[in-house]
């Protein structure tokens, strides 16, 4: 069973739509039991990242990663749940992410050329690292996924497992051993996408 991390925070539906249009057996839950049972952990988010931070530690739910992820239970973080994975986010002041990856979340404003638009709409190729992560065993360098978002994990080069070129090389997906996160949204990314949620079930 994968659990999808529930703290008020994302577009839950259309993830859960997903892991089942490829036969996940797949819950949406704020239960800690639940979430400690399933095999796999789902760590969504949308919107900003101090309010979805502060949400998930009061509902005590940061405990309940900390404690799965030190077992060695496969995570993946996706878009806001992906920079939330790292130590601090640079959005609107100074705020603590859960520290799972080393690394800091800043504005792409910061990094780009000024005539882009923000936030980063849209679909882009993958640039993947070598050897290619076990994330991407069904999909091949190139193939596009859709992206949301203003902020890009930096200060994180080896954890680094895919880019997306937009501007510049923004860090599109990281790993640190158990720990997954995708800055793209794979719900939203058509086959591709459904291909990487696939690999993660076998991760």
């Given amino acids: 069973m994968i659990a999808i991390i529930d703290y008020g925070v994302g577009n839950l539906f259309s993830l859960k739509s997903s892991f089942a249009a490829i036969g996940a057996d797949v819950v949406v839950t704020s239960d800690p039991t639940t979430i400690a049972e399933a095999e796999r952990i789902i760590l969504p988010g949308v919107g900003a ?106 200060e994180c080069d080896e954890y680094v497992i895919a880019t997306a070129e937009y501007g510049k090389e923004l860090t599109a997906a990281v790993r640190n051993k158990n720990v997954v996160g995708a800055q793209f949204h794979p719900e939203k990314s058509g086959k591709a996408g459904l291909m990487i949620l696939k690999a993660f079930c076998e991760m």
């Avoid at 979805?52 to 405990?63: E, F, H, P, Q, V």
């Avoid at 806001?80 to 640079?90: A, I, K, V």
Wanted: net charge negative; aromatic share 12%; hydrophobic share 40%.
């Fill in 49 to 154: 990242f101090e309010d979805a931070a502060a949400k998930l530690r009061a509902s005590g739910l940061d405990k309940v990663i900390y404690e799965e992820v030190a077992k060695g239970k496969p995570l993946l973080g996706i878009c806001l749940g992906m920079q939330m994975l790292f130590e601090r986010s640079y959005e609107y002041g100074e705020h603590k992410g859960l520290g799972l990856i080393p690394g800091a979340v800043k504005p792409i404003k910061d990094e780009i050329p000024a005539e882009l638009k923000i936030p980063h709409i849209g679909w882009n190729p993958l640039h993947m690292s070598t050897p290619k992560d076990e994330l991407f065993k069904y999909i091949n360098d190139g193939d596009c996924v859709y992206f949301v978002h203003s902020y890009y994990a930096t």
